[in-house]
C-alpha cells in the first residue's frame, strides 16, 4: 500500500507529494507545528489525508507538551486545534477531524483523565480515524465499482486516490475495485494545472497498481468524450453541502458541465466526514486562493511575463444537478441529494 | 507594433515565440527550409502568421535557388511547395498561401516570365499578403468590436494575437480594437497548455499594450464565468469548414460548452483565408498530434511519470452550434454558418 502518512514513534512520516512522482522522500513531522506546515505546503493533500493528518497533528500537541497536568495542557489545546484549523479552509474533513478530537478531549477531561491517558487516547482516536479511513475507501469501492462499465475508458480530476488518503483512494479506489472485479479500465487523468496532481500523483499511483493510464492536458477532455473515448467520470471531493453541492479541485465543476453535454454519467466519491450537513449549498463553501506563484511558476522557471493578474482559486463548487450519484461508505446516493444525504446521515 | 515577422535582405526574421515572454529573441530563417523548420518548431505559429510564413518560404525558394532559368527551376518548385506543405496539417491558411504562390508561379511560367521576374513577383506576392493580414485584422477589429460589451470580462484562449498574425491579431485584434474605442474590457486569458500561448504569449502581448489581462488555468474557466466574470468568449481559428465548424486550439471545444452552459456569447475571429469551403464539416479537418515531451516536460523539466500515456492533440473542433458568430474582414456572419458562408463566399 502507497504510504501516503504513517505515524512512527518519531512523528507523523509523510510521503512528500511536492517532489512526486520523480522523488520519493518522506517528511517526518514530530510537531503539531510540522503538520500544520505539511498541509499548507501540500507536502500531504487530498481531503480524508489532511483530516487524518490533523487528528495526528492534534495527538502530537498532546504527545509534545511541556505542560505538567491534564489542567495545564488545556490551556494550550485550543491553541494546537486553531493552528491546524487555520491550515486550508476548503475540505471540511479537517474540521470534522479536529471537532472530534476536541469533543473527545472534552469528554476526557470532564472525566478526570490524566495527561498521560489523554496522550494516549487522542492517539489512540488518530489511529482509529486512520484505520476507519482505509475501511471507508474500501468500501466506498465495492459500492462504486458497480457503477463503472466493464470495459471503457473512465476520466478522473486532481488525485482523489491512495495519495489522498490513507491508502486506498475515493475515487482511485472505486477504480482500483473496479479492475480488481476484472472490469478493464484505462484511465484518462487530467493534469490538473496548476499543482498537476493528475499528471504527477494519480499517474505514478495508477502506473504502480499497472492500470492503464493516459495523461491528458485538462482542456482536452471534451474532445475525449466527443471522440467516444469517456464513458464515466469519477472525481473526489472536498465539501459536499446538504443539497448535494461538491467542492473540488479547481476544474471539476469544468468537467461536469462537459460530462452532462455529452451524455456521460459525472460520479463523486467521497467518504461520509466530506459530507458538511450544516452546509446548505455551494455557495457558502469557502474557496481557497493559493498562491499565483503556483501558477506562474513551474519547477523554479517563471512561466507568465512579470507584473501580469493571476487567479488561483484552489477549488470550484459543481452544483447537484451535474452530478449523478455520490459514492459514499454508507452507499450510493442519487438525486434528490437533499433527500437522500438527509436520510442517510439520520441512519 | 510586435514584430512577429519580418521580410529583410538575408530572409525572414521571427520573434522566436518558443522563448517568450522571458527573452525576446529572434531567428532568420534564410532558406524555405529553414522557414519550415520555423513553422514545425513553432517559432513562428497561428494560423494566419504561419500563412504568410510559407509565402515567404516560396520565395526564399525562388531567390535562393541555383537554377538558371525559369524552367530549371519549375522542377524545383514543387518540391519546395511539398517541403513547406508539410510543416503542420491543420491551419488551412497554409495551404491557402502556398496555393497562392502556385497559382501565381504557374502564370508567370506559362507567360515566360524569366526567373528574376519570377523572384520579384513571388516575394511581391508574399509582401502583399502580409500587408493584407494586417488590413483584415484591422477591418476584424472594427467589425468585432460592437459584440463586446462596454465594459466587462472577456475570455480568451490560446493566442490569436499580433503573435499570432502579422502584427494586430483576430481575437486580439477586437480586443484592441475595442479597447480604442474606449471599451474597459478585461482580458482572462486561459494559460492554454501544454504550449502555454496564453501564460507567455497572450499575457506578454497584452502587457504590451496596456490592456488588463488575468491569466487563469484552463480549468478555471467555467468557476470565473458562473462568477459572472466573463461577458463574453472570443478565439481566432486555425480551419473553419463550409457549415462553420471551427477547427482551433486545443481546449477551444470545452471553453465553447461551458460558455453555453453560462448563456455567454462565443465569438471566432479569423481572416477569410481560414474558411475552407472545401471542407464540409469539422470531422473532415485533420488533427495534428504533437509530440508528447510538450506535455510531459516543461522547461527541460519532467512533470510526469516515466512511461504514462499521453495524449497531445494541437487542436479540437467546435461545433457550429456553439457560435455565435463569425467575425471576418468581410463583415460578421451568424447562424446558419452553412448559407451565411457560402453567401460571402460568393459576394
Not at 451524455?263 to 466519491?269: E, K, L, N, Q
Not at 477549488?315 to 450510493?332: L, M, N, S
Request: with cysteine.
Amino acid at each position: 500500500m502507497i504510504p501516503t502518512l504513517a505515524w512512527t514513534p518519531d512523528g507523523v512520516r509523510f510521503l512528500d507529494q511536492t517532489k512526486l512522482p520523480l522523488e520519493e522522500s518522506y517528511v517526518l513531522a514530530s510537531s503539531y507545528e510540522q503538520v500544520a506546515e505539511a498541509i499548507t505546503s501540500m507536502v500531504v493533500r487530498g481531503a480524508p489525508a489532511i483530516g487524518v493528518a490533523a487528528a495526528y497533528g492534534v495527538a502530537l500537541g498532546a504527545l509534545r507538551t511541556k505542560a505538567a497536568t491534564a489542567r495545564e495542557f488545556a490551556l494550550e489545546f485550543d491553541s494546537v486545534c486553531a493552528r491546524l484549523t487555520a491550515t486550508r479552509p476548503t475540505a471540511v474533513n479537517l474540521f470534522w477531524a479536529i471537532a472530534r478530537m476536541k469533543r473527545l478531549f472534552a469528554g476526557l477531561l470532564a472525566a478526570g483523565a490524566t495527561l498521560d491517558q489523554i496522550k494516549e487516547k487522542l492517539l489512540a482516536e488518530a489511529q482509529a480515524m486512520y484505520n476507519e479511513d482505509i475501511a471507508a475507501c474500501k468500501k466506498m469501492g465495492t459500492f462504486g465499482a458497480a457503477l463503472l462499465p466493464d470495459e471503457g475508458g473512465v476520466l478522473t480530476h486532481c488525485n482523489a486516490g491512495a495519495l489522498a488518503t490513507c491508502g486506498y483512494g475515493t475515487a482511485l479506489g472505486v477504480i482500483r475495485s473496479a479492475v480488481e472485479q476484472g472490469k478493464r479500465i484505462h484511465v484518462y487523468a487530467d493534469e490538473t494545472r496548476p499543482f498537476l496532481q493528475g499528471a504527477r500523483l494519480t499517474a505514478w499511483e495508477l502506473m504502480a497498481d499497472h492500470i492503464p493510464t493516459t495523461v491528458i492536458c485538462d482542456n482536452m477532455a471534451a474532445s475525449l468524450m466527443r471522440a467516444g473515448r469517456i464513458q464515466a467520470v469519477i472525481v473526489g471531493a472536498d465539501r459536499i453541502a446538504a443539497n448535494g453541492d461538491t467542492a473540488n479541485k479547481i476544474g471539476t465543476y469544468n468537467v461536469a458541465i462537459l460530462a452532462r453535454e455529452h451524455g456521460i454519467p459525472f460520479y463523486v466519491a467521497a467518504p461520509w466526514s466530506t459530507i458538511d450537513l450544516a452546509t446548505a449549498t455551494g455557495e457558502a463553501i469557502p474557496i481557497e486562493e493559493r498562491p499565483a506563484v503556483e501558477v506562474t511558476h513551474h519547477g523554479g522557471k517563471q512561466l507568465t511575463p512579470n507584473g501580469v493578474g493571476i487567479c488561483n482559486p484552489a477549488f470550484d463548487v459543481t452544483p447537484a444537478k451535474y452530478i449523478t450519484a455520490i459514492v459514499t461508505e454508507r452507499g450510493v446516493l442519487r438525486a434528490p441529494f437533499g433527500e437522500s444525504l438527509k436520510a442517510v446521515g439520520r441512519s
